[in-house]
């Protein structure tokens, strides 16, 4: 299976699914806020999303929410994130051994945090596999400027 996702696709993905600040979005990826702030000023520059006002009075805050655009390319983004996660399902099985299972899903390692935040994967199936652990050993490096699955 090839599927280009880029860093821009998974952060619409996450903000579709209820993330409204640049923290919400770094927790559901697994890094610091400083690696998602850049995407996040690039997807206000394209319109795909915009910082508005919620509150009264001092409860006021701005949180991040999707243009009738954003929102589209959010919902082409789910449905890639959707495929990559039946593909992890049908390739992985709790009766693997841990060091097959290792290599089978090492490359969806920079996506794995998404899928498990957007609830595509069972966190269980990856726990009786061993594999949680890896989950936080990655960067945003591995993404570059798209994902290749293959």
Known sequence: MTLNLSLK???LAVIAS???S???????LMVK???VRGVIEELKRSG???EVEKGFWIFKRKVLELTEIGRAEAEKALEKLRKVAEEVRSRVSSEMPPEEAQKVIEPYAPILPVLLYLGLL??????SLFLVPSLVLWDMSDFGSDVRLE
């Open 9 to 11: 696709d998974v952060v």
């Open 122 to 127: 069972d966190l269980l199936l990856l726990e």
């Open 18 to 20: 209820g993330a409204r």
């Open 48 to 50: 795909l999303i915009e």
């Open 33 to 35: 806020e400083d690696m």
């Open 22 to 28: 640049i923290k919400e979005v770094a927790d559901a």
